[in-house]
């Protein structure tokens, strides 16, 4: 079993800063990525970042140049830096960590912590 524990979120005016750890824990494949989600009701969860555990990073294009993904292998433990924070970023964020297998994809989620942005 794999646990995901985010935490970090919280409520922010706009143009502030957040930052988010979740930290993995249980039989986790050490060639995994690491990811952060978002999702507001009504719509599907959408990629934000995800990191490979060589460090190759992807980012959505909305925050490009705002938010940083970063982690700590040793820790299994990914961070996500968001700044200048807008309304829009507003949203439950989730954690994933995910590798292949011979059976397949694995994929293990957080619970997800809230991220509100004030205008």
């Known amino acids: 079993q794999v646990q995901l524990v985010e935490s970090g979120g919280g409520l922010v005016q706009a143009g502030g800063s957040l930052r988010l750890s979740c930290a993995a824990s249980?039989?986790?494949?050490?060639?995994?990525?690491m990811g952060w989600y978002r999702q507001v009701p009504g719509k599907q969860r959408e990629l934000v970042a995800d990191?490979?555990?060589?460090?190759?990073?992807n980012y959505a294009d909305s925050v490009k140049g705002r938010f940083t993904i970063s982690r700590d292998n040793a820790k299994n433990t990914v961070y996500l830096q968001m700044n200048s924070l807008k309304p829009e970023d507003t949203a439950v964020y989730y954690c994933?960590?995910?590798?292949?297998?011979?059976?397949?994809?694995?994929?293990?989620w957080g619970r997800g912590t809230q991220v509100t942005v004030s205008s």
């Open positions: 990191i490979t555990s060589g460090g190759s990073t």
């Open positions: 249980g039989s986790i494949f050490g060639a995994n990525t």
């Open positions: 994933q960590t995910r590798w292949m297998t011979l059976l397949g994809r694995r994929e293990y």
